[in-house]
C-alpha cells in the first residue's frame, strides 16, 4: 500500500499522476499536526475534492483503510 501523507492534496496529482490508477493500493494520511497541516479535516476536504472519480477516492480513504487496518471493536 503506499501512504499518500506529506503530500499536500492541492499537489497530489503533481506528484502521482497516475493516483486514479493505483487507488486499489493507495491510503490517505494527512500528516496531521505537520508543518502546513494546520487543519486536519481542511485537510481531509482538500483531499475529498481532488478531480478524480469517486469511488478512486472512496477506495483511498475508507476501503483500503479497512483491509489494512484492524476494527477498534468486535461489533463493528
Known amino acids: 500500500m503506499a501512504d499518500l501523507s506529506s503530500i499536500p492534496p492541492r499537489r ?13 493500493k493507495s491510503i ?10 494546520y487543519d486536519i479535516k481542511a485537510n481531509l476536504q482538500a483531499f475529498l475534492n481532488i478531480p478524480i472519480p469517486k469511488e478512486a477516492i ?4 475508507d476501503d483500503n483503510p479497512r483491509k489494512v487496518l484492524k476494527p477498534l471493536s468486535r461489533n463493528r
Open 58 to 61: 472512496k477506495k483511498i480513504v
Open 12 to 24: 497530489i496529482l503533481d506528484y502521482i499522476p497516475r493516483l486514479i490508477e493505483i487507488s486499489d
Open 28 to 37: 490517505y494520511g494527512s500528516d496531521y499536526p505537520g508543518p502546513g497541516v
